[in-house]
């Protein structure tokens, strides 16, 4: 059974800085792609950033949204998904998932196969 578990978020005011964490266990196949997305009150779901675990580059995509300011990335060793936040917004205000599809084609629209339970992250002007 494919397990998600974000941890890291926090309280952070405009400017400022946070890392996710991402746990992953379960996964019986190899060619996958992992990503984030995050949900905001009132807001659509927004499908920003994903990593194709499948290609031996580990090719990325970004929305423009967060393009220059999040990173994503992937430790092999540990299986773990990595987020890393600068310049942070109180527009980023959300909860934070990680998630689960075939691939990064059309991240922010797909009906993702698995995600955790999310991580709230609130960002104060």
């Known amino acids: 059974e494919v397990q998600l578990v974000e941890s890291g978020g926090g309280l952070v005011q405009a400017g400022g800085s946070l890392r996710l964490s991402c746990a992953t266990s379960g996964f019986t196949f190899d060619d996958y792609a992992i990503g984030w997305f995050r949900q905001a009150p009132g807001k659509d779901r927004e499908g920003f950033s994903c990593i194709n675990i499948g290609d031996s580059v580990h090719s990325t995509w970004d929305a423009d949204s967060v393009k220059g300011r999040f990173t994503i990335s992937f430790d092999n060793a540990t299986n773990t998904l990595y987020l890393q936040m600068n310049n942070l917004k109180p527009e980023d205000t959300a909860v934070y998932h990680c998630?689960?599809?075939?691939?990064?084609?059309?991240?922010?629209?797909?009906?993702?196969?698995?995600w955790g339970q999310g991580t709230q992250v609130t960002v104060s002007s």
């Open positions: 998630a689960v599809y075939p691939w990064c084609t059309g991240w922010d629209q797909v009906e993702y196969d698995y």
